[in-house]
């Protein structure tokens, strides 16, 4: 089936930056929206940013002016640079995307296994 998988995660310092990536693997799907949401422990799992085929994007209150998503259609990949990173950014980062089978007209959410973001000194 279709599968999402993420990398580019790590251990980071204060003000430092990554470059996250997650593709959509396989083929016989049309994918609408992708995004990336992020889980802290003890917190809820919380929006980061979205963008629509065409390249409209939104972002948390957060996270503005410091990250930018953006995807490569034909590749089926989205993508998350992370500059000025703070430590209240450490969280498992999970991408998502908003697709529909060709076999099918129903579209549905699809999720990664996630990727541990660590901002520390």
């Known amino acids: 089936q279709v599968q999402l998988v993420e990398s580019g995660g790590g251990l980071v310092q204060p003000g430092g930056s990554l470059r996250l990536s997650c593709a959509a693997s396989g083929s016989g799907f049309r994918i609408n929206a992708m995004g990336w949401y992020r889980q802290a422990p003890g917190k809820e799992r919380e929006l980061v940013a979205t963008i629509n085929p065409i390249g409209s994007a939104n972002y948390a209150d957060s996270v503005k002016g410091r990250f930018t998503i953006s995807r490569d259609n034909a590749q089926n990949t989205v993508y998350l640079q992370m500059d000025s990173l703070k430590p209240e950014d450490t969280a498992v980062y999970y991408c998502?995307?908003?697709?529909?089978?060709?076999?099918?007209?129903?579209?549905?959410?699809?999720w990664g296994q996630g990727t541990q973001v660590t901002v520390s000194s």
């Open positions: 998502n995307a908003y697709l529909r089978l060709n076999s099918g007209s129903v579209y549905s959410y699809y």
